[in-house]
């Protein structure tokens, strides 16, 4: 029994000694420096969150400026492709055209021949009924 008595006299001030030291909190990390060097680092933390407000102003800038340059890329490339169509309709139309004067030209010879012939058909019947008419 007496061993237990020392083992819990002993083992009680340790842990209380390890949970007061938990308690106090380690002291902060300490720098030194010259005076002027502090100074120029307090004006920076003063001057740090104005930068940070033009950092921010200068990023949304820079956001709206890539999506104004996205949508003009994007508009430019539907406007190439609307020229490309439109280049093509009128490609196609010029073959359209070519093909309807081809066609016009070969009804229009036809129309010519069939004229020729049916001018010397009723000149042939004309003739003809003149000659019998005149014997």
Not at 53 to 67: F, I, N
Request: with cysteine.
């Amino acid at each position: 029994m007496s061993k237990l008595k020392l083992l819990l006299l002993t083992a009680l001030p340790f842990s209380a000694f390890s949970q007061a030291i938990k308690l106090i909190p380690p002291p902060g990390p300490t720098v030194c420096m010259p005076v002027a060097q502090a100074a120029k680092v307090r004006d920076s933390l003063t001057v740090l969150p104005k930068v940070r407000r033009e950092a921010r102003t200068w990023r949304k800038a820079a956001t709206t400026y890539r999506t104004a340059a996205d949508t003009a890329q994007a508009a430019y490339v539907r406007q190439v492709a609307a020229i490309a169509n439109v280049q093509l309709a009128l490609r196609e139309e010029t073959i359209e055209a070519t093909r309807y004067e081809v066609s016009a030209k070969k009804w229009k010879g036809k129309a010519q021949r069939r004229g020729f012939w049916s001018w010397l058909g009723w000149a042939a019947a004309l003739g003809l009924t003149l000659s019998i008419a005149a014997r």
